[in-house]
């Protein structure tokens, strides 16, 4: 068990940067929603501009209220290549209007806390104390879409809560993770490795450690990943 532990409870990554649909930095607002969807409605009026329009430097960036749909990712405002953008976003005419005439550049995102952060994982330590060490990491979500894979996470963990489990998610760099649970110190003893029987009951519960919503194999092994105890970030 000691062998395991710098694998089994490594911290979670930090959301430092981000890929294709979450870029990090300056970019021109297009469109912002803030209903109840408002990822899912981002995530599609983007895959629509980006096919009528040829643009495939289009991203959604979400907060916990609301969801824009932006185009490109500069290092900063005064980059010809934002200015580019910029010109061309008010200059697009769709039929005999300029839908974007209006679009501004906006800064970079400082990472997301979701749609829901109160089921964010970096508040656990704040809402049970410091206590609060380890959860169990159920699944990851990782796809070429960011936004998407951060919104299925955000949906598993609302399914889980309202089956009354304890239940958050991460968003890190490359995945979105899905955990269950806050144990301290006492739950897993690190050196000895014991284990509480609260721990192993919420194992028996998730045993796996799901891929995008399916079971999967480590490459080279026969069984499928299990579930695993993992750091809560301060």
Not at 63 to 70: D, F, I
Not at 74 to 81: I, K, L, R, S
């Amino acid at each position: 068990m000691r062998s395991e532990g710098k694998k089994v409870f490594a911290t979670p990554e930090s959301s430092a940067g981000e890929g294709r649909s979450e870029a990090l930095g300056w970019g021109v607002v297009l469109e912002h929603f803030t209903s109840a969807d408002h990822v899912t409605q981002a995530i599609a009026r983007r895959d629509q501009l980006a096919s009528a329009h040829g643009r495939g430097d289009l991203h959604v960036r979400s907060t916990s209220s609301g969801s824009a749909v932006m185009l490109g990712s500069h290092e900063n405002a005064a980059d010809p290549g934002a200015q580019r953008d910029m010109a061309w976003a008010r200059g697009l005419v769709v039929g005999e209007t300029r839908p974007y005439q209006r679009a501004f550049l906006a800064p970079p995102a400082v990472g997301s806390r979701g749609s829901r952060p109160e089921f964010n994982l970096t508040g656990a330590k704040k809402t049970y104390g410091k206590s609060a060490i380890y959860t169990l990491q159920i699944g990851v979500w990782e796809l070429d879409d960011r936004a998407k894979a951060r919104a299925e996470a955000e949906r598993e963990v609302i399914r889980l809560r309202q089956e009354g489990q304890e239940a958050f998610y991460y968003h890190g760099q490359k995945r979105s993770m899905v955990t269950v649970g806050v144990f301290s110190a006492a739950d897993y003893d690190a050196v000895t490795g014991k284990i509480d029987p609260a721990v192993r009951l919420a194992q028996k519960i998730y045993p796996h450690n799901l891929l995008n919503g399916e079971k999967y194999r480590a490459r080279g092994e026969s069984r499928f990943v299990s579930s695993a105890l993992v750091r809560i970030p301060n």
